[in-house]
Each structure stands twice: as C-alpha cells, then as structure tokens.
Antibody, heavy 127, light 108 residues
Framework: EVQLVESGGGLVQPGGSLRLSCAASQFTFSYYYMTWVRQAPGKGLEWVATISHDDSEKYYMDSVKGRFTISRDNAKNSVTLQMNSLRAGDTAVYYC????????????????????WGQGTMVTVSS | SLVLTQPPSVSVAPGKTARITCGGDSIGTKSVQWYQQKPGQAPVLVIYYDDDRPSGIPDRFSGSNSGDTATLTISRVEAGDEADFYCQVWDSGSDRYVFGGGTKVTVL
C-alpha cells in the first residue's frame, strides 16, 4: 500500500523550531514532487511548500519564506520540513502529500493532483 | 495574486445533483483539482486536470472548467458524500499552489 507517515509534530513556544519528517513507502519516491499542506483548526487547506522530484526546485508560501525549509532524501524515501521562528499562526495539522510525477510529466506534474496524503501531524505554537 | 472563491455551503437532497463552483480569474486556462475531506480525515483527490477521476472515484463525480469558473458536479448524491470540498490550482505566475476556501456539502 502506498503510504506517507508524518512525525515530529508537537507543542512549541513562539520563536521556537520543529522538524517534521515524512516517510514514504511502496512507490518510486524519486519520481514525485512532494508537498506539505497545512490546516489550522476549523479552517481550510493551505499550501506550505513543494520540492521537485530531483531536488532542483523548491517553492514556498510567502508567509513561511525564510523561516521554513523543505528538503528530501531520495535514498531514504523521506521529505522534511524544518520550521524555524514559529508563530501562533503556524498552528495547524501538517500533511505530507505526494504531488505529481515529475520524472514522467516534467513541468506539467501539477496537472495530476496531490493523490496521496499522510494522516497529518499536529503543530501547536503557544506559550 | 490569484484567489479562488467557493460558496461556503451547498445543500442537496439524496439522489439529486450537487454543483460546487470555484471562481478565479481565467481559471479556465489552468488545471483544476478537487479534493474531498470528511471530518477527521485527510483530503482525498476526486478530480484532477479539470475533469479526470483517479481510480476508485465513482463516476458520479465530474468536473468542468471554462472562463472564470470551474465546477465540481456530484450526481445521484448519497449520504456518504457529505464532506468539505476544495478546489486547487497551480498559479504559474507566482509559483504557488492556491486552494479555494472550501465548500461544505450537506445531504438533507
């Protein structure tokens, strides 16, 4: 079964840091763009960051640029979101998501949607 | 920057058709995806590339996209379709994904 499992969430004080990890299994991880999407309590979905299948492209939402870093290790089938200078507004469930197949579709990877989602990990920023 | 606008809620009787709109400037020129999220669960992709269905998604779900509006149509609505639905596009002009605000579908 294709699976994504997140870890690393928790309670952190404003200004603190957290590192979220996502372990992928049962698919060719190195083919796919990977994305983090978050959802604040009772709110809608919000895109956070995306990394290309070959680590050559990274994209971030404006409010996390300079604070969050997305990275991946294709040898370990994992993607990471390093979150620094956390704010109360970052409080949310963070989902690791399999994005489009960049190996097969190149720059049109996003046509194919985010088709596999992890169960999510909760990040709470509070004093 | 691109903003996607969805109605907050749609109500529909069982067996009828629900239509959920997603408005955005020239959205017809973009590839639109739709996600269904039931309470306490992760979202599920139900439509990609405007009108394609992933394997396992019933053909009661269909999509269309033209001009400034994309539409998700759910035919023969069932009680199990009750959920939040989100549209999403990649905005190549700003290199970012955009989600709509979500629509809560209630089955009467």
């Amino acid at each position: 079964e294709v699976q994504l499992v997140e870890s690393g969430g928790g309670l952190v004080q404003p200004g603190g840091s957290l590192r979220l990890s996502c372990a992928a299994s049962q698919f060719t991880f190195s083919y796919y763009y990977m994305t983090w999407v978050r959802q604040a309590p009772g709110k809608g979905l919000e895109w956070v960051a995306t990394i290309s299948h070959d680590d050559s492209e990274k994209y971030y939402m404006d409010s996390v640029k300079g604070r969050f870093t997305i990275s991946r290790d294709n040898a370990k089938n994992s993607v990471t979101l390093q979150m620094n200078s956390l704010r109360a507004g970052d409080t949310a469930v963070y989902y690791c998501v399999r994005d489009g197949d960049g190996h097969t579709y190149g720059p049109l990877y996003y046509y194919y949607g985010m088709d596999v989602w992890g169960q999510g990990t909760m990040v709470t920023v509070s004093s | 920057s691109l903003v996607l606008t969805q109605p907050p809620s749609v109500s529909v009787a069982p067996g009828k058709t629900a239509r959920i709109t997603c408005g955005g400037d020239s959205i017809g020129t973009k590839s639109v995806q739709w996600y269904q999220q039931k309470p306490g669960q992760a979202p599920v992709l139900v439509i990609y590339y405007d009108d394609d269905r992933p394997s396992g998604i019933p053909d009661r779900f269909s999509g269309s996209n033209s001009g400034d509006t994309a539409t998700l149509t759910i035919s023969r609505v069932e009680a199990g379709d009750e959920a939040d639905f989100y549209c999403q596009v990649w905005d190549s002009g700003s290199d970012r994904y955009v989600f709509g605000g979500g629509t809560k579908v209630t089955v009467l």
